[in-house]
C-alpha cells in the first residue's frame, strides 16, 4: 500500500513539474520576426543578430549590428546651405558620404536604450531603441561644441600662418575641415570675428585651396642636368617658397615622368626652404624631362589617424597642384691624357690611348678635350725598360728584353682619386732596346690587361 502511494506522488510530481516548465518557456519576441511600428514615431528602432557558432563574441557583435540598424534609420538630407549641395549630383560621392555619416553616426551615438534581448541556441538578438528629440537635442549640441572646436583651430591656423609656420597652419585648417566631416550635409557657420572673416566650410575649404596654391618652386636659368648610370647621385635641391618665404617642414609627393630616371617617390624640405630630390637611378636617354613636385597633405597629417581618414574626402573640394622642375640628362663627359714613351722617349703612335677611347665610345659617354669640363679625368702613363732577364737573352740570343708597366688613374671634378691601378707582366723582345719596347705595345697580352683594368675603372663612373 504504501509503495503504491509512493508511485503514485511521483506520478503527480512528474505532471506538475511538465505543466510548469511548459508554462515558463521562453517564447520568441514579435520584434525578432519585424520591426515593432507604432513606436518609430517617436524612437529609432535598432535589432541586431549574431550567430553563436561563427563568433565567440556574439553579444558585442550583435549589439553593433543593432547600432548600424539603428544608425540606417537616422535620415542624411543634404541641406542647400550646405557644402555637400554642390555635389549631391554626383552619384558615387554621395554614397561614399552616406557611408561615412552613417559610420560616423554609428561611432557617436549616444543616449540609446536596450529594451529587449532573446536568445536561442543558435542565434543572440538585441533591441535597442533612441527617442528621436533627445537625438536631436544631443546631436545640437555636439554640434555647436565641434564648430567651436574647429572655429578655434582656424583661428590658432592663422597665428601660425602671421609666423611662417604653414605647416602647422595647414594642418590646423585640415583638421579643422575634419571634425565637420558629420556636418557637411548640414548648414554651419562660423563667428567670422573668431575665424578671421572664414563664415563657412566653403570658405575653410577656399582658404587650403589658396593655401596651397601659394606654394612655388623658386625658377632657375637652367635646368638641373644629370648623368646616367652613376654610383651614387647628390640629392637636387630645389627652393620652395610660400609667398615668397622659405616653405621649411613641408612634404611632397616626387614623380617622374619618365621611366628611365627613378627617384624617391617623397621628400621634405628643409630649414632652408629647399627639398633634396633624391635620384636612385638614370638611364642613357638623353633628353630633357620635368619632376611633377606636389604638396603631400596625406603624408602632411598622417601622425593624426582621426583626420587622415578625411584626406579623400577634402580632395572633393579641393585642387593638389602640381609643381614641376626640369631636369636634363647629358652623357658622361671624360677627359682622357695619355703618356706613352718607350725606354723614356715618346712613341709615334699611341697604342693604349686609342684602346682606352674606343672602350668608351659609347653613347653614355662623350670625350672632351678640356679637363675643366669633365666629369672624369683618365690619367694614362706608359713607359717601357729593360728587364731583369734581358741580359741572359742578350748573352744567349742576342736578344733584348722589354717589360712595359702601364698607370691608370681616374678621379673625380674634385680631384679625388677613384681608381688607381698598375698594369705590368707585359713584354717584348728584339735585337734593340727600343725595338723590344715597340714590340711589348705590340703584344696581345697589353690589350687583355687593358681592358681588365679598365673595367675596373669604368665601374667607378657607371653602375648598370
Known amino acids: 500500500m504504501r509503495l503504491n502511494f509512493f508511485f503514485f506522488f511521483l506520478l503527480v510530481f512528474n505532471v506538475g513539474f511538465a505543466q510548469k516548465h511548459r508554462t515558463t518557456e521562453i ?22 543578430v549574431a550567430d553563436k557558432n561563427k563568433n565567440s563574441d556574439y553579444q558585442l557583435e550583435a549589439k553593433k549590428n543593432a547600432l548600424y540598424d539603428l544608425a540606417s534609420e537616422i535620415k542624411v538630407d543634404i541641406s542647400t546651405n550646405s557644402i555637400l549641395y554642390t555635389v549631391q549630383n554626383n552619384n558615387q560621392f554621395s554614397q561614399t558620404f552616406n557611408s561615412l555619416i552613417q559610420l560616423n553616426n554609428t561611432d557617436n551615438i549616444e543616449g540609446y536604450n536596450l529594451v529587449d534581448v532573446y536568445e536561442n541556441d543558435k542565434q543572440y538578438w538585441v533591441y535597442y531603441e533612441l527617442d528621436k528629440a533627445d537625438y536631436q537635442n544631443r546631436k545640437a549640441q555636439k554640434k555647436q561644441f565641434i564648430i ?41 557657420i562660423f563667428d567670422p570675428e573668431q575665424t578671421k572673416n572664414i563664415k563657412s566650410v566653403s570658405d575653410l575649404t577656399n582658404l587650403i585651396q589658396l593655401q596651397l ?8 636659368q637652367n635646368p638641373f642636368v644629370i648623368k646616367p648610370y652613376q654610383p651614387i647621385y647628390a640629392p637636387i635641391n630645389i627652393a620652395i617658397t610660400y609667398k615668397n618665404s622659405a616653405l621649411t617642414d ?28 633624391k635620384i636612385n637611378y638614370v638611364e642613357s636617354v638623353f633628353q630633357t624631362n620635368y619632376i611633377a613636385v606636389i604638396p603631400d597633405i596625406k603624408k602632411l597629417m598622417e601622425n593624426d589617424s582621426s583626420t587622415y581618414r578625411s584626406i579623400a574626402l577634402l580632395k572633393q573640394f579641393i585642387q593638389t597642384p602640381t609643381l614641376t622642375t626640369e631636369i636634363k640628362t647629358d652623357p658622361i663627359n671624360i677627359f682622357i691624357s695619355s703618356t706613352e714613351l718607350n725606354f723614356d722617349k715618346p712613341v709615334l703612335q699611341k697604342v693604349i690611348v686609342n684602346i682606352v677611347q674606343q672602350k668608351f665610345a659609347s653613347k653614355e659617354f662623350n ?17 717601357t725598360a729593360a728587364d731583369s732577364g734581358s741580359d741572359i737573352l742578350k748573352q744567349n740570343y742576342n736578344l733584348n728584353l722589354a717589360a712595359l708597366t702601364i698607370n691608370l688613374v681616374l678621379k673625380n ?44 675603372l669604368k665601374r667607378k663612373m657607371v653602375h648598370y
Open 413 to 456: 671634378t674634385a680631384n679625388e682619386t677613384l681608381y688607381s691601378n698598375q698594369l705590368s707582366d707585359i713584354y717584348g723582345y728584339a735585337n734593340s732596346s727600343e725595338a723590344a719596347g715597340v714590340n711589348a705595345y705590340a703584344n696581345p697580352k697589353l690589350t687583355s690587361k687593358l681592358n681588365e683594368g679598365l673595367f675596373f
Open 213 to 220: 596654391q601659394s606654394i612655388t618652386i623658386v625658377p632657375v
Open 250 to 277: 613641408f612634404p611632397f609627393q616626387l614623380l617622374s615622368d619618365t621611366d628611365n630616371i627613378v627617384l624617391e617617390e617623397s621628400a621634405v624640405t628643409n630649414s632652408s626652404g629647399n627639398l633634396p630630390i
Open 367 to 383: 670625350t672632351v678635350g678640356d679637363p675643366q669640363s669633365a666629369d672624369y679625368s683618365i690619367n694614362i702613363s706608359s713607359n
Open 148 to 188: 567651436s572646436k574647429a572655429s578655434n583651430l582656424i583661428s590658432l591656423s592663422f597665428d601660425d600662418e602671421q609666423n611662417k609656420n604653414v605647416s602647422a597652419s595647414l594642418r590646423k585648417r585640415i583638421q579643422a575641415f575634419s571634425v565637420l566631416n558629420p556636418y557637411l550635409n548640414e548648414e554651419i
Open 27 to 48: 517564447k520568441v519576441p514579435h520584434w525578432v520576426h519585424s520591426k515593432p511600428v507604432g513606436e518609430s514615431s517617436t524612437k529609432y528602432i535598432g535589432i541586431g
